[in-house]
């Protein structure tokens, strides 16, 4: 008779699964059939937990960047001013929710009177919520999140960023150029800050590896204008919306 399987965690022969370490514990490989139940359960069930808060939020156009700089650097007062003008068009201003980037995104939502929501993640920093949100989800797991900010977005402004704000970035360019999203603009404001990307992408244009349409899937910026009218373009006339109102709460 086969032995019963064991846990395969090399940090602890009988751990206790927290919301800290319970996607750590799930990665470390396999493990008995009913620990990963009880895994995909809690996935579930916060799915369902995104769902509910998500659904009645309006339009939304989620922005990315950095949790790192602070509010005298030039690059969180430009996040906040596209918070500003994403919110003075009428969208909803999705972030993760933590200081930085995002931090700056939401408040200029709320200075332009429009909806701010951050999607928090759970980790050891960072990840404090910013004091700009009118609505706050946490959630455990990168990917049931990051379903959530695709899901819920309707284009993308990424702001210079690091290892997260790049997955983001490039998850949804694969999936735009696989066609499991589409009509879905995204916007990178920060031309400088970006260079080494922008030219990694024409070297693999020219070696084939993407195709020159799929340049078209990502506008480099530093205007928040010209941010604006490729969204506008994109989004709001793609999408057929006419007019979109954020009616503030009592």
């Given at each position: ?41 809690r996935v ?27 509010e ?16 003075d ?14 931090e ?29 949100l009118d ?27 690091g ?35 922008m ?5 693999m ?8 349409d799929?340049?078209?899937?990502i ?32």
């Amino acid at each position: 008779m086969a032995e019963p399987q064991q846990d395969n965690n090399h940090e602890d022969e009988n751990p206790t699964i927290t919301r800290e370490n319970s996607e750590r514990i799930f990665l470390g490989g396999p493990h008995s059939r009913f620990r990963e139940l009880k895994f995909v359960w809690r996935v579930v069930k916060e799915f369902i937990h995104g769902f509910r808060h998500l659904h009645f939020v309006g339009p939304c156009i989620t922005v990315f960047g950095s949790a790192r700089f602070t509010e005298d650097h030039t690059y969180y007062q430009l996040a906040r001013q596209v918070g500003y003008a994403l919110g003075d068009m009428g969208f909803t201003v999705l972030t993760g929710g933590g200081p930085g980037i995002m931090e700056a995104a939401n408040r200029g939502a709320k200075e332009a009177g429009a909806m701010s929501v951050g999607c928090n993640i759970i980790l050891p920093h960072e990840q404090d919520p910013n004091p700009n949100l009118d609505l706050m989800i946490e959630f455990e797991h990168f990917f049931v999140r990051k379903v959530m900010l695709v899901k819920y977005s309707l284009g993308f402004v990424v702001m210079p960023g690091g290892f997260g704000t790049l997955d983001e970035l490039f998850e949804a360019m694969t999936l735009i150029q696989t066609k499991k999203i589409k009509s879905f603009p995204i916007v990178v404001m920060g031309t400088e800050y970006y260079r080494d990307i922008m030219e990694l992408i024409e070297v693999m244009v020219k070696r084939g590896t993407v195709s020159p349409d799929d340049r078209k899937l990502i506008l480099f910026t530093d205007s928040v204008d010209e941010a604006m009218a490729h969204l506008k373009k994109n989004v709001v006339k793609r999408f057929g919306l006419k007019q979109l109102l954020f009616i503030p709460k009592e």
